[in-house]
């Protein structure tokens, strides 16, 4: 079953276009992996996706609902939760009070959405942490604060864009875990990934983006043996 | 029990014994001085301590816990003089029912400001209210209705009146009166960072752009902010001009008020509760005490040391003084 169907999603900043006629079907359920060298358009993408960058033509659906054009805060509110690529904590608040923040989406009471929040801040396995301010934490800390937060709203959908990007090599296996762990929970999840091996584990599909176009589409081994990818990630022998 | 039923025992607040004794202490002596034979000065003194405390709890509200720079929140306290005011000497209102038309047009005028300026961010936005508060002594200024530059003149009452709120004979009426509003309006601000809107507000000071991922609509929650602090302000506003029962735009809509608020937030510590208060206690002394020193030619030596006192706190104390008082007795602790 189809969660997002995104259509000739197009933006252009200026000349440079930084998302091309790009379509795409996400499934309730799973892990979709969007891959690309730098500057594919990845973190645009995501950006359009959820509002913070309005999508200059193209048709965005979820839950075959119509999601163009609107405001990030609507969008959330509709199911779709995100990180960022740079991180965005709450810096001068506890973990606490950040993933309460998120847990007020769902529930006003405050005792309630502060137990709703541990629970939140136990599953991402923090709760030791929980009254240290988010400038406190380690960086790895801090992404999954922001996991926490998101899961807080109760997403249907989640956008996680690099989760272990910027994070050192002991930490990731936890944080593939984690993203393993919300997937069992129900979660469709959208991971935009730089490691390879990573995106292989963990994706059901996987989109692959190069300067703003999608190159490909496909299961993790599809996408191995693309050529299209092949290259744009090694570099074509013959280009000038 | 596991670590999540202890997290979940926890109580909500850690709230501290001591911060309530200091409270309930410090509340008992105000409210016991004026029987110890004060004096007007004093009166007068402790007056303006507990207006602009309440004041610069408006700015607080704005920019300490939305993050929204205002730079001309002098308006909201010229409106709520006005409105108490006008319909006073125009229609014979009672001053404590005008009071909350102050607040009321005082809430207008931020949500139709607000609307199309909190669009602006940072500079902009505190640029732009810097504007709006002069404009606003300018139209008074030529606004026949409310008396342009002569302004309003509260007629007298012949002796004290609890009803039209004039008292001649003592200042320790309005001592208590401004000192209830203060016990309001801390407690009503307490209140508000401790609630959802609270929570949220701080989310958007912190970081706008993962406020809104999380549902939270940055523009509408940036109005509320703006509209409760206006709702504080405005009744300040109203209370002075019963207290010198002379409302003319030059004293109401002075560019100074906008000016004092930030600077007794800032001395006393920005987004924390108290900081207003502590600022207040120490800034007002300073410029009552430079008045009488140093006369009306001294008007502008207060301003020097404000300037110094900023300057000082800015380079050394950037959390304002309320970070000298010991971490243990302030609420925020860190249970580890």
């Given amino acids: ?240 | 029990m596991n670590k999540l039923d202890i997290a979940k025992s926890e109580p909500l607040w850690n709230t501290n014994k001591n911060i309530t004794l200091i409270i309930s202490v410090l509340l008992f002596i105000l409210i016991a001085l004026p029987f110890f034979g004060l004096n007007s000065f004093y009166l007068h003194l402790f007056i303006m301590i507990f207006m602009h405390a309440v004041m610069a709890q408006s700015w607080n509200v704005i920019a300490g816990l939305s993050g929204q720079i205002s730079l001309g929140h002098g308006a909201f306290f010229g409106i709520g003089a006005y409105a108490s005011s006008f319909f006073f000497v125009q229609y014979g209102i009672s001053p404590w029912i005008s009071i909350f038309i102050g607040m009321f047009f005082s809430a207008i005028v931020a949500v139709l400001i607000g609307i199309p300026m909190l669009r602006l961010s940072g500079h902009y936005f505190a640029i732009a209210t810097l504007l709006i508060g002069i404009s606003f002594q300018v139209v008074f200024q030529r606004w026949e209705l409310v008396g342009a530059a002569s302004g309003l003149w509260v007629p007298l009452t012949q002796e004290d009146s609890w009803n039209s709120l004039q008292f001649h004979s003592s200042k320790a009426p309005y001592y208590y009166i401004f000192l209830f509003f203060l016990v309001v309006t801390f407690f009503a601000v307490w209140l508000l960072n401790r609630s959802k809107i609270g929570f949220r507000l701080r989310a958007v000071r912190d970081d706008a752009q993962a406020a809104s991922s999380l549902c939270i609509s940055v523009s509408n929650y940036k109005i509320i902010a703006f509209v409760i602090s206006a709702m504080i302000m405005a009744p300040m506003g109203s209370l002075f001009g019963q207290y010198i029962l002379i409302i003319d735009p030059d004293r109401m809509f002075n560019i100074e008020i906008s000016i004092i608020v930030l600077l007794i937030t800032v001395l006393g510590g920005i987004g924390n509760i108290w900081g207003p208060l502590i600022g207040a206690a120490i800034l007002i002394p300073i410029s009552e005490y430079s008045r009488i020193y140093l006369g009306g030619t001294g008007g502008a030596v207060d301003l020097i040391f404000y300037g110094l006192i900023l300057m000082v706190i800015c380079i050394f104390r950037p959390e304002g003084l309320i970070s000298f008082v010991p971490k243990n007795i302030l609420e925020r602790k860190k249970q580890r």
């Fill in chain 1, 1 to 240: 079953m189809k969660i997002l169907t995104v259509e000739n999603l197009s933006r252009a900043f200026g000349g440079i276009k930084a998302n091309e006629d790009i379509s795409f079907e996400a499934e309730k359920g799973k892990v979709l992996g969007v891959i690309g060298p730098n500057g594919a358009g990845k973190s645009t993408l995501f950006d359009l996706i959820t509002g913070y960058t309005k999508p200059d033509n193209g048709k965005i659906l979820f839950e075959n609902k119509n999601i163009f054009g609107l405001k990030p805060d609507k969008i959330s509110n509709l199911g779709i939760g995100r990180t960022f690529q740079k991180l965005k904590p709450f810096a001068d608040q506890t973990l606490l009070e950040n993933v309460m923040i998120g847990a007020f989406v769902k529930e006003n009471n405050i005792k309630k959405a502060r137990d709703n929040a541990l629970e939140i801040i136990e599953f991402v396995d923090l709760i030791e942490k929980r009254h240290h301010f988010a400038r406190e934490l380690s960086t790895g800390q801090r992404k999954r604060l922001e996991m926490a937060r998101a899961m807080a709203i109760k997403p249907k959908l989640l956008l996680m864009d690099e989760v272990t990007g910027g994070v050192d090599q002991k930490t990731i296996p936890g944080l593939v875990e984690l993203i393993k762990k919300m997937r069992n929970l129900g979660v469709t999840i959208i991971t935009i990934e730089h490691n390879i091996n990573i995106i292989m584990e963990i994706s059901d599909n996987i989109l692959a983006l190069d300067q703003g176009k999608k190159i490909a589409f496909g299961s993790p081994k599809e996408i191995q043996n693309n050529k299209k990818v092949i290259d744009a990630y090694l570099g074509t022998i013959d280009a000038a």
